[in-house]
């Protein structure tokens, strides 16, 4: 009588940690990999800005300073990146050819064991003509 007590109580319990263990499966692990996050982006998002207004934003310190980038309408922007320590500030320039229209500005980084980061915010930038006015 014990002992078939006792290898019902281990069945059980090794039934109980068979189905933790698959629990997770492959589609809960993503090799500890960190996407960057995206933050404070300024000017904010569908604000009316100038041509050649300068722009910025934050990435989290786990992205590789190295790989990001910003584009505005396909055009690559030269990013300037400073490391706050738990952060990176970035700062470019609008290009001066984006006058009297819309533009996306579309920010990327790569974490550090190979995740990509993806974000971006919208913004208005004034005509030319009338921004000279």
């Not at 910003?70 to 952060?87: G, R, T």
């Not at 915010?121 to 006015?133: C, N, T, V, Y």
Request: hydrophobic content about 40%.
């Amino acid at each position: 009588m014990i002992k078939k007590s006792l290898k019902l109580v281990c069945l059980i319990v090794s039934v109980g940690f068979t189905g933790a263990a698959f629990a997770y499966g492959t589609s809960g692990t993503n090799n500890g990999c960190k996407k960057p996050k995206f933050k404070t982006f300024t000017p904010e998002h569908k604000s009316e800005v100038d041509p050649e207004s300068d722009i910025s934003f934050t990435v989290s310190n786990y992205a590789d300073p190295l790989s990001i980038q910003a584009v505005a309408k396909n055009v690559p922007l030269d990013v300037n990146v400073e490391n706050n320590q738990s952060f990176y500030q970035v700062t470019a320039k609008l290009p001066a050819s984006l006058t009297g229209q819309y533009a996306r500005i579309h920010v990327q980084a790569d974490g550090m064991l190979g995740c990509t980061g993806k974000d971006g915010w919208l913004l208005k930038i004034r005509d030319k003509a009338a921004a000279a006015e």
